[in-house]
């Protein structure tokens, strides 16, 4: 059974950080680009950032592009998105997705497996 198990979300205030880690379990990514999408409240779920399977291409939103960086650890099956100059406008559930098969990176509708999601609140 695939598990992702996000973790690293919190409260911070405007201008701080956070790391967020996603784990899989039940099979191997490493052959698969990984990425992050968040859903704040009343909004549907956006792309956040993308990741290929060798690390070597990223791809991000717009509203997120200086500030965060995903990076991923193929021997740890693990995915992580580094948020630095944090807003009140990035505060959401955020979450995990894997088993991209192609397509548009921005699509969620192209990732089979999903994370449980993680709080972000960024206080002003």
């Known amino acids: 059974q695939v598990q992702l198990v996000e973790s690293g979300g919190g409260l911070v205030q405007a201008g701080g950080s956070l790391r967020l880690s996603c784990a899989a379990s039940?099979?191997?990514?490493?052959?698969?680009?990984m990425g992050w999408f968040r859903q704040a409240p009343g909004k549907e779920r956006e792309f956040v950032a993308t990741?290929?399977?060798?690390?070597?291409?990223?791809y991000y939103a717009d509203s997120v592009k200086g500030r965060f960086t995903i990076s991923r650890d193929n021997a740890k099956n693990t995915v992580y998105l580094q948020m630095n100059s944090l807003k009140p406008e990035d505060t959401a559930v955020y979450y995990c997705?894997?088993?991209?098969?192609?397509?548009?990176?921005?699509?969620?509708?192209?990732?089979?497996?999903w994370g449980q999601g993680t709080q972000v609140t960024v206080s002003s």
């Open positions: 039940g099979r191997t990514f490493s052959r698969s680009a």
């Open positions: 997705a894997a088993g991209f098969v192609g397509g548009k990176y921005s699509d969620r509708t192209l990732y089979n497996y």
């Open positions: 990741i290929s399977w060798s690390g070597g291409n990223t």
